[in-house]
């Protein structure tokens, strides 16, 4: 882990505003922004701790623990909130508690026209999603080993 964080800080160590580029790339390389990378990158870029904390802990995009074998997006936007996205959101939250798979609120996928949607990964779009639409996929996802 050391040799790619050293990797990354030495890319961005002299690059104006390098935390969020920074913080992706660590994301990217690791699946989420291991707690004890914080620290130096922090120290990298003349940062406190609890700035880098800050920030992580800010933006819904940024992961503090490992995601599951799969990240369940639910759009959480004014478009599919007006056709129930916010019952579904909370279903979603219900039915993936203690699940394998990790639910993360997003704001926008783009099919405002048939929401709710919500997306698996970053390939798999769905649309005009309903609680048994959403149970049937969970199912089919925590079926696949």
């Not at 369940?72 to 279903?91: I, K, N, P, S, T």
């Not at 783009?110 to 996929?137: I, N, R």
Request: contains cysteine; aromatic residues 6%; negative net charge.
């Amino acid at each position: 882990m050391t040799a790619i964080l050293s990797r990354i800080l030495a890319a961005h160590r002299d690059q104006p505003g390098a935390l969020l580029p920074v913080l992706h790339e660590v994301q990217e390389a690791f699946g989420f922004i291991p707690p004890e990378t914080v620290p130096a990158i922090a120290g990298a870029l003349n940062l406190s701790r609890a700035e880098v904390h800050g920030v992580i802990s800010y933006y819904h995009y940024f992961r503090q623990r490992p995601a599951g074998r799969h990240v369940v997006r639910v759009c959480c936007a004014e478009a599919c909130q007006a056709v129930g996205g916010e019952a579904l959101a909370e279903h979603a939250k219900a039915r993936l508690a203690g699940s394998e798979l990790t639910l993360e609120p997003v704001y926008c996928l783009g099919l405002c026209a048939c929401g709710p949607a919500v997306q698996v990964d970053e390939t798999q779009l769905h649309a005009a999603m309903t609680p048994a639409k959403f149970d049937a996929l969970v199912a089919r996802l925590e079926s696949e080993r």
